[in-house]
Each structure stands twice: as C-alpha cells, then as structure tokens.
C-alpha cells in the first residue's frame, strides 16, 4: 500500500487503465496524461468506475508524447511513473517513423521530466516484440530479458521498431544521465483480459473482428499471450520491489495462435463457432491478401514462426504468478460480450 503520487502516462490506454485501477486499489493518488482534457478524463474515470473503484483519487494533465510543454507539470510532486504511452496501429504506416519518434521521443521526455522533478523510478512498458526478434531466430531456441531485437533485421514493422529502439533509448539515458531516475521495463507480449470501456486497444480489435466473422481464415501466426491485469499489477509491484530496479522482464505467460484463440472464444461463446476463424491460411494465401490488406502486413513477419519467451526471471524474482493465457483469451471475449460487441 503506499500513498505517493504516480504518474500514468497515455491515461487512456487498454493497460493504462487497467494499472491505474490497480494503483487505486492499493491505495496509491494517480496523475494520468492525456492528449484531450476533458475527453481523456471522461474516458478514464467511466473505465475506473466500472471497475468498482472511486476516480476521485484520479487527476489528469495534459501532455503529448510528440510536444514537450506539459511533462513537467505531469510529473511534478510524483514519486513514480509509469510510461506505459506508446502508440500502436492496428494497420501499420506507410512511413515508420509516425509510429517510431513518438514511441521514443514520449519515453524520453518522460525520462527528462523524471529527472529534473527528481522521481525515484519509472516503469515503463515494453514488449516482447523489443527481445524476440534477433538477428538470427534458432527453432527451439527460447527468449529471456537478455535478448534484443535487432533493428536492422529485414522485416521488421513500424511497431516492433517503435519499441525495440524506445526501450533503447530509455536504457541507453538513465545509463548515460547523472540523476536519471531507476528504470524498470515490463514486456509483454499479446495483451488479453478484459476490456473497462469500449474504446478497445488493437488487440482486443483482432478480438471483435474474429467474433463478428471478419476472418473467416487465420493466418499461420501465434503469439505469447499476457494478461492486462496481470501486466498492471507487474507494473505496480515492479515500482516498489527492491529487486526490480535496473531489470527487464517478459510479461506472457504461455502462447497461442490466431486459430486457437478462436477456438477458445468459441469455447467461452458457443453462438460465436460459426464467426470465428474455421481454418488455418496457407502462408501464400496470407502473402497475397497483405497486398490488399494493410492489417495483414503487420503479421508477415509472424507467418510459421512460433516464438517460445520464458517468464522464469518475472515469477523468481518477484514472485510473481501469472494467469493463463486461456483465461485471458477467454476474459476478454467475454468482456467484449457484456460491451455488446461481439
């Protein structure tokens, strides 16, 4: 329990919202950041409150990870951040840099500000996509926090570039800057659990569109599986741990495909076994519908490949235990469900 200041950066977001409910509940006062006032703060306390928590305990600045007026206002009087902003497109951009400056010049003014307002830690989210992508991949070979994506591997998207060089660039300042706050990242992989709100994170939308049969056919891709509510409370138990300071960890507990996750969304929703994916693309099926469909682009580099990460370091360390990636798979079609979108 603690009742110092933490910031949350991107206040809005699927796992912002979700580490600001779990601040409230160990009874920590929350600062979010929004781009939009009074848009941000509706959408943060209406997700707070259905959580069966008080948003009164939340208040709100506004600061963008592209400008740098706001972030020391945002981090004035906070102990603790956690950098969790970072933007991530359903459908990829044209030019990589869109989704790449953001994600790390964000990081970096967090940084700055933490610094200059003398903050003891920040947390900041990263994700497997910043480990599993190295210059060579060696079937069987499994992933830890001592792997690095390379960012001149052939392939690689806007996004798996926007977090692999953010998270860099974050490790590369506190090393480098006198004063700089500790830093911790939490790296998770694909993000299930339930939804607070309609505004779904891309995750949750490759969700809906499964459930309203939008993919008939799954590509050949699987990816490791965290829980949102797990993540959230990494990151709040990885701001205090003595332990924690200075480490990376991988957030995802277990792994499953496109087609399995339909699968378990059937399980969870039985009317939805005629929507969800029924087969298993060929590869150079999915090659070519990436022509004419952008979201597609984004999992190419995914296509008959099964990444392995291991959690030993996250449940050893901090003692951490992780749901399944079942139940969060299956959380969160259900919270899509009770938000009358599938």
């Known amino acids: ?19 600001i409910a779990e601040l409230l509940r160990q009874g920590y006062r929350v600062r979010g950041t929004v781009r939009n006032l009074s848009r941000g703060a509706d959408a943060v306390c209406g997700a707070v409150s259905r959580a069966g928590l008080d ?13 740098d007026d706001g972030w020391d206002a945002a981090v004035s009087g906070c102990r603790y ?27 970096l003014r967090a940084l700055n500000a933490a610094t200059r307002a003398g903050v003891s830690r920040v947390v900041m989210t990263s994700s497997t996509v910043a480990i ?48 700089a706050p500790e830093l911790v990242s939490i790296n998770p992989g694909f993000v299930q659990g339930p939804a607070l709100d309609g505004d779904l994170s891309t995750s949750l939308q490759v969700q809906k569109l499964m459930g309203i049969g939008a993919y008939p056919g799954a590509p050949a891709i ?28 991988l957030a995802a507990q277990g792994t499953a495909s496109l087609y399995g996750i339909g699968r378990i969304i ?31 682009k984004a999992v190419l580099p995914e296509l008959g490949t099964t990444r392995i990460c291991s959690n030993m ?30």
């Open 81 to 107: 951040i956690l950098h969790v902003a970072s933007p991530f497109p359903i459908e990829q951009p044209k030019e990589r840099d869109e989704v790449i400056r953001p994600a790390r010049d964000g990081a």
């Open 313 to 342: 370091k996250t449940r050893e360390l901090l003692g951490f235990k992780f749901r399944s990636a079942e139940d969060a798979i299956r959380d969160a079609a259900v919270s899509l469900r009770k938000l009358n979108m599938i």
């Open 55 to 67: 948003p009164t305990g939340v208040t709100f600045v506004a600061a963008d990870l592209e400008r």
């Open 266 to 296: 059937a399980v969870a929703l039985p009317d939805l076994k005629s929507k969800v994916p029924k087969v298993e693309l060929p590869n150079v099926v999915v090659r070519a519908m990436a022509l004419f469909d952008t979201r597609l």
């Open 222 to 249: 699987s990816f490791p599986i965290s829980d949102v509510r797990d993540i959230a409370a990494l990151h709040v138990l990885a701001m205090t741990h003595p332990k924690a300071a200075g480490e990376r960890f």
């Open 1 to 19: 329990m603690g009742t110092s200041t933490v910031l949350v950066t991107g206040a809005t977001g699927f796992i912002a919202k979700h580490c």
């Open 132 to 179: 599993m992508y190295t210059a060579t991949h060696t079937p069987g070979h499994i992933y830890t926090e001592a792997d690095w994506t390379d960012v001149g591997r052939a392939g690689l998207t806007p996004y798996m570039l926007s977090k692999t060089i953010a998270e860099r660039a974050a490790w590369d300042y506190v090393w480098a800057t006198p004063g």
